[in-house]
Nanobody, 121 residues
Framework: QVRLVESGGGLVEAGGSLRLSCAAS????????MAWYRQAPGVHRELVAT???????NYRDSVKGRFTISRDNAKNTVYLQMNSLKPEDTALYYC???????????????WGQGTQVTVSS
């Protein structure tokens, strides 16, 4: 099985920065695309950023220029550096791995438990 664990959330003032991490554990051979999603109360979960195994990235428009997604394939870890945070960035942030190759085969659509980011005005 694959387990994703996020960390790095917290409370920060507007304009501040946070760095989220998500580590995948298990007997993992490779992970394809990894992503960060977020969900605010009363709002559908939305895609924030994606990164392919080759480190091609995509961002939702509202975070372009402020957030940077990166990954360390040797550590099976994905990061989200968030700068110039705004109150509207407040949400529960989730990590996702679309396809993980393990010793027993592929595991699809794995999710972490989420880490809370709160930005005060």
């Amino acid at each position: 099985q694959v387990r994703l664990v996020e960390s790095g959330g917290g409370l920060v003032e507007a304009g501040g920065s946070l760095r989220l991490s998500c580590a995948a554990s298990g007997i993992i051979f490779s992970i394809d695309t990894m992503a960060w999603y977020r969900q605010a109360p009363g709002v559908h979960r939305e895609l924030v950023a994606t990164i392919s195994r080759g480190s091609s990235t995509n961002y939702r428009d509202s975070v372009k220029g402020r957030f940077t997604i990166s990954r360390d394939n040797a550590k099976n870890t994905v990061y989200l550096q968030m700068n110039s945070l705004k109150p509207e960035d407040t949400a529960l942030y989730y990590c996702n791995a679309d396809r993980v190759r393990t010793m027993t085969g592929f595991v699809f659509d794995s999710w972490g438990q989420g880490t809370q980011v709160t930005v005060s005005s």
